[in-house]
């Protein structure tokens, strides 16, 4: 059975990456990346900057399932938070009119439940 470890150390090494060099282009420890390839961590709240940096969908990358390519078409750019405050943090720099529209569309989804 296929687990979160073999698919990144698969993905890593097909790129001849060093886990030290995956770690670096997703902004992780090494021991992190060393303890998901070796099954002594099977989550992680980074797990979307390494499927960024291997360029991979970060569903199939966690569960196996779904497309392996990574779903957005370039330019856009998936977020990654580890609190309410760091997405706060990465939202600080956006323009009034994203913040707006952003806002906007959280509470459109919150009105269609």
């Known amino acids: 059975m296929e ?3 073999t698919r990144l150390r698969t993905e890593r090494e097909k790129r ?3 886990q030290r060099s995956l ?10 990346i060393a303890s998901i390839e070796i099954g002594r961590s099977r989550a992680t709240t980074r797990l979307v900057d ?3 940096a291997l360029n991979v969908n970060p569903i199939w990358l966690e569960t196996g399932r779904g497309p392996r390519e990574a779903a957005p078409p370039p ?7 580890e609190s309410p405050e760091d997405l706060a ?20 989804f919150r009105n269609s439940k």
């Open 16 to 18: 001849n990456w060093t």
């Open 89 to 108: 943090r990465q939202l600080a720099c956006k323009s009034d009119d994203e913040l707006a529209e952003i806002f906007r569309l959280i509470l459109s």
């Open 50 to 52: 390494i499927a960024k």
């Open 23 to 32: 770690a670096r282009k997703a902004g992780v420890g090494a021991t992190t």
């Open 75 to 81: 330019g856009n750019v998936y977020v990654a938070a």
């Open 3 to 5: 687990t979160l470890g």
